[in-house]
């Protein structure tokens, strides 16, 4: 008889190396966890924390420039082996299953769905009849639509959660006993990642599988996991139920993790100052292609925005809304095809010239990718002092304004003369944003501009935002999909969906009491969400 | 997708014209294009006919159309010296080249492919570097030389004389100049497929393979492989131009009876209605065969078809 | 992920890279200086040292390296035709690149007709062989120095119109252009100081793949007899002299041979280690 209280997965003191001339010599050390029958462990941790590296040693599949050097991996009370084998490869798979970030990546992009997934049971020896019906039991057990026709698509043609529940249905084809999940919502949309998460909880419950959940997402902790480890630099900082860490984090990073995590919208108040910028119905089309192969994809659609001086606007949306076409409409880097965009009162829609330039210098960008902001040969110092050269200042006085800069941002005049690959993407980010603030615009807009950066990084720069907005004074317009980011820094917001404006008004009004039904499903869907209070 | 196959045609239709227009341009003002597409010894009355019949004194776009009208029949001028039209030269001598281009690209496929599969699956070891240093002496090697090596060598060792006059179109004889025409195209095909499979097993979706439990031979033939294979395709289109360049020596050097040897002929003889020719056929061709790969990818590729 | 991981390459220069630097620095000095090695003229004939054969096989300290059919000094001649060999490559390899870099460039910063044109232009080329071509217009026109060269130069210049095309339009996506248009930049200025010596890299990589291939194209056309012309000689052009006495006079056709296949082969093995070392991300996955 099976004890039924025996851990499924079990890892006792396990160190794993990293190669000489790493940033360090553990990818992790120490790390000791356990997972009993149908529960879901969450590892948390940031990029760098050797999450990742910890799946991949389970499953067997660690590269090797990685070696297993210390502790023991037992899985259903076996040894795990401590290099890839080809012998346990036939093992491995009918234990446990893998789910990956980027599904579609996973699968064989030019073999067709349902080939791949009976494949799987090839292996093991499964006749051809069974085959064909195992596997489309499989995709409607994860809900698919139309199981028939996904076991006939290609990946390319499935959309990510399709093809995540695709991926979820190969790792479950065989029963295993751990499903482990590396960050398998992370590239996904908001209401799609919401899907996938009951996905998993429905399915470990009707499989009798446990779940070693990976992820950097509290919110997504608190919607699947039962226990929950946090690591950082490769060590367990903290472990436990989640309900007990959650509520009542003793460790001081797991802490300042939470605080991101918050959707507080208390701080802000609207401010009665005069109108800066105003878009009025502005429409924008992109056309690509020529002769027989023209397509035209309607970015923007009739969006009409009001943003005030120093106040800072959230425009809110899921990738492909167009907000990033709008905050280019709103720069007057594209030319919109129809409506107007007033600044200060006047109309700058079709600008040129000298007066496109000066207005340049009042509305300045900090963009989402601090790894493609800067150019690779200019030092940053000449980045910064850029700008200022540009409208006629002299090198000597652009280079002092720019070395001020510097410090205002909080980085050390020392670093004047290096050059962007020197940097981290939170110290990069800090120097776009001089690049930016030297001008003295009225107006910054951010676009996704903390969204690359780990979560701890992210509430630094926008702290830096909040403090330079109140030394500077210049009005904000903050682009970004997640919720938690602009609830934290915005007066007002607007929400887009497909090109339209779908609500706007008051940060706290919009997000305590949502009026259109595209925003309560997004503020719903936000991982951790509990009905009125986002963790 | 109908979009995709419409405009890749109309952009080959544009080639195809705008080359017979460079082609038409050079040979206008080059010295007398009437001497040069009439018969040979004609007496000057019947160039003048040519001259009349070209149109040398009407407007340039008058002579353009008719140059174009002229495509369309096929008639594409006569040889100086043997009098016979240009095409029927080239049909005489075209399958001598085809058979010669033939075997150059299977022996260049076989032994290049299997060179980087080798290389690619024993990467960093000494048959992967053996690969690699072989790839960059045959691409630097100029086929001239080595083809003249090859007759040397069957000389000196064999007492066979490889490049001789009317060398026979047998598959034994065609073995020395495809060997060197292959030459080149074995190397770069050899260095392709193997960084193509590198960066394919490197491939998420083989990580993903192999924890569903695929094995490493189940794998590699049938996920990597096919994947690798596809870049490949356009290479060997690609590579098509310089197996036709390959040709145009090759053949010279092994006295081959092919349009490489007609070219070279022809234009040392100034026969400006021969080159011209040529010239067109092989445009022709390439742009045929780049259709033919775009739309092969069609078929092998899945992704292509939803653009 | 293992990608993070990768240890670091060796940083000295490989043995074969420094003795390929060492030929082409050779190679170079033979060409400027070479014919002073010898006390004969290259044009010099000699009706009785014909088709001497050189030291080591019967020849003499005179003709250290052998004569040819009208009896002049391969030695000095070899020396004459790496220099032109030398020029032709060079001239011609820097012809290419900057006319067809510089088109390339105008196509993706002025999109529409004459991007158009540009991109017809270039499959043009694409769909016939460069030899094809020069062989067409050498046929038509009467053949110099300077038409060779620039029929030699145009080699490859699609190949610089499409890289820098492609390359010119990816940079115009990347966010420092468009954070520093948003500075108010003018074009001219991104053009100049951002996007062209972010795409030089790309020009000098192709460069050093395509500097062979202009020596072997000269060369080829020079054995076929219609490159350079005599009085003026080239490797080539030697090997094409010696081609009907292969089996008698062999030197004329494997000294000539080896030294183009060593120079193609040392700036290849040169511009691989040159490729690796600019882009570790580019190329040869060593």
């Known amino acids: ?535 | 997708m109908t979009g995709f196959i419409l405009s890749k045609l109309l952009r080959a239709f544009i080639t195809l014209l705008l080359t017979v227009s460079l082609v038409f341009i050079f040979i206008r003002f080059s010295g007398d294009p009437a001497a040069a597409m009439a018969p040979p010894d004609a007496p000057q009355e019947v160039i003048d006919q040519y001259a009349e019949k070209l149109g040398l004194d009407k407007p340039l776009w008058v002579q353009y159309t008719n140059y174009l009208g002229q495509i369309f029949r096929g008639d594409f001028g006569h040889s100086v010296d043997s009098g016979r039209s240009s095409v029927s030269l080239f049909l005489d001598r075209l399958p001598a080249t085809l058979y010669l281009g033939g075997f150059s690209l299977l022996i260049a496929l076989t032994v290049g492919i299997s060179l980087g599969t080798v290389a690619a699956l024993n990467r960093g070891n000494f048959l992967d570097r053996g690969v690699m240093a072989f790839s960059v002496f045959a691409f630097a090697m100029p086929n001239f030389l080595f083809g003249l090596a090859v007759i040397l060598i069957g000389a000196l060792g064999f007492q066979t004389y490889l490049g001789g006059q009317g060398a026979s179109i047998s598959w034994v004889g065609v073995l020395p100049p495809a060997l060197t025409l292959g030459l080149a195209s074995t190397g770069s095909y050899a260095r392709f497929s193997r960084s193509s499979l590198l960066e394919t097993i490197n491939k998420p979706f083989l990580l993903a393979a192999e924890a569903r439990g695929i094995s490493r031979t189940r794998r590699l033939i049938f996920h990597a492989m096919p994947n690798a294979a596809i870049p490949l395709v356009t290479l060997i289109g690609l590579s098509l131009g310089g197996l036709i360049a390959g040709s145009v020596v090759t053949e010279q050097v092994f006295a081959w009876p092919g349009v490489g040897q007609l070219l070279v002929r022809s234009v040392a003889t100034r026969d400006i209605a021969t080159v011209q020719f040529i010239v067109l056929a092989i445009a022709g061709t390439m742009v045929v065969a780049n259709l033919l790969v775009d739309f092969l990818y069609l078929i092998i590729d899945p992704r292509i078809r939803v653009q | 992920m293992s990608d993070r991981y990768k240890s670091f390459e060796r940083l000295s220069t490989p043995l074969v890279v420094k003795l390929a630097l060492g030929f082409v620095v050779v190679f170079v000095l033979f060409a400027l200086f070479g014919q002073l090695l010898s006390p004969h003229e290259f044009r010099a004939t000699s009706l009785f040292d014909r088709l001497k054969p050189p030291i080591g096989f019967g020849g003499t300290w005179t003709y250290p390296l052998g004569t040819d059919g009208r009896g002049r000094d391969l030695l000095v001649r070899l020396a004459l035709g790496a220099q032109i060999t030398l020029i032709v490559a060079i001239v011609g390899t820097l012809v290419g690149a900057v006319l067809g870099s510089l088109l390339g460039i105008i196509a993706a910063a002025k999109r529409g007709p004459l991007e158009a044109l540009i991109i017809g232009a270039v499959d043009v080329q694409a769909s016939l062989p460069i030899i094809v071509v020069a062989l067409f217009v050498l046929a038509v026109f009467n053949s110099s120095f300077t038409l060779f060269l620039l029929l030699v130069g145009l080699n490859g210049w699609e190949v610089y119109a499409r890289l820098m095309r492609g390359a010119v339009l990816s940079a115009k996506e990347h966010g420092y252009v468009m954070a520093i248009r948003a500075l108010g930049a003018s074009s001219f200025r991104i053009y100049f100081r951002h996007i062209f010596p972010n795409v030089l890299n790309i020009v000098l990589v192709q460069f050093t793949i395509n500097l062979p291939l202009t020596v072997l194209l000269e060369t080829a056309l020079s054995f076929l007899g219609l490159g350079v012309q005599p009085p003026l000689t080239s490797l080539g052009q030697i090997m094409s002299e010696g081609r009907d006495r292969l089996l008698t006079a062999w030197w004329l056709t494997l000294f000539p041979g080896l030294i183009i296949f060593f120079l193609a082969l040392s700036i290849s093995i040169i511009g691989d280690w040159v490729r690796d070392r600019l882009d570790p991300t580019l190329r040869s996955e060593k």
């Open chain 1, 1 to 535: 008889m099976k004890n039924t209280n025996a851990a499924i997965l079990e890892l006792s003191n396990v160190g794993i190396g990293l190669p000489l001339g790493a940033d360090r010599q553990w990818a992790v050390r120490d790390v000791s966890l356990t997972i009993l029958p149908q529960q879901t462990l969450c590892l948390v941790g940031e990029s760098g924390s050797g999450k990742s590296v910890i799946a991949q040693a389970i499953m067997g599949i660690l590269p090797s420039a990685l070696p297993l050097k210390e502790g023991k991996i037992k899985l259903l009370g076996k040894d795990i082996p401590k290099q890839r084998s080809p012998n346990f490869n036939l093992l491995r798979s009918v234990k446990m299953g893998m789910v990956f970030q980027d599904a579609v990546a996973s699968l064989n992009p030019i073999k067709k769905v349902g080939h791949q997934l009976e494949e799987i049971l090839l292996v093991h020896g499964v006749s051809r009849k069974e085959r064909k019906s195992r596997v489309l039991k499989m995709l409607s057990a994860v809900l698919l639509p139309n199981p028939e026709s996904a076991y006939r698509s290609y990946p390319h043609e499935m959309s990510g959660g399709q093809a995540q529940r695709i991926v979820i249905a190969g790792a479950l084809l065989l029963n295993p006993s751990l499903l482990i999940a590396d960050e398998p919502t992370t590239a996904l949309d908001v209401t799609t990642q919401a899907e996938i998460l009951e996905l998993i909880t429905k399915l470990k419950i009707e499989f009798n599988t446990s779940v070693l959940f990976i992820t950097h997402d509290f919110g997504v902790v608190s919607e699947v996991g039962d226990q929950i480890a946090v690591m950082k630099d490769g060590k367990i900082l903290e472990q436990g139920s989640v309900k007990n860490v959650l509520k009542n984090p003793q460790n001081e990073y797991t802490r300042s993790l939470l605080k991101a995590a918050n959707l507080d919208t208390s701080k802000k108040k609207l401010k009665e100052t005069e109108e800066i910028l105003k878009a009025d119905n502005i429409s924008l089309t992109y056309k690509k292609g020529f002769f027989f192969n023209q397509t035209k994809f309607k970015a923007v659609q009739k969006v009409s925005l009001s943003l005030t001086a120093g106040s800072t606007l959230a425009v809110v949306g899921e990738s492909g809304s167009g907000k990033s076409s709008l905050a280019k409409c709103l720069l007057r880097l594209e030319k919109t095809n129809s409506g107007k965009i007033y600044y200060r009162g006047k109309d700058i829609t079709d600008l040129k010239g000298a007066h496109l330039k000066n207005f340049r210098s009042k509305v300045q960008v900090v963009l989402q990718d601090p790894f493609g902001a800067l150019d690779p040969r200019f030092k940053i110092i000449d980045a910064i002092a850029e700008g200022p050269i540009i409208h006629g200042s002299s090198w000597n006085e652009a280079n002092s304004r720019a070395i001020e800069m510097l410090s205002l941002v909080g980085l050390t005049p020392q670093s004047a003369e290096r050059y962007p690959q020197e940097f981290s993407g939170g110290q990069r980010q800090r120097i776009c944003i001089a690049r930016a603030l030297i001008m003295r615009p009225e107006v910054l807009i951010a676009d996704e501009a903390v969204s690359a950066l780990d979560v701890s990084i992210q509430v630094k720069i926008l702290d830096l935002f909040e403090d330079l907005q109140k030394r500077l004074g210049f009005a904000m317009i903050f682009i970004t999909h997640d919720l938690h980011v602009a609830a934290a820094i915005s007066d007002s917001v607007i929400v887009m969906k497909d090109g339209r404006v779908v609500e706007s008004g008051q940060t706290s009004s919009v997000f305590m009491n949502p009026q259109a039904k595209y925003t309560k499903m997004l503020i719903s869907s936000a991982p951790g969400y509990q009905g009125g209070e986002v963790l």
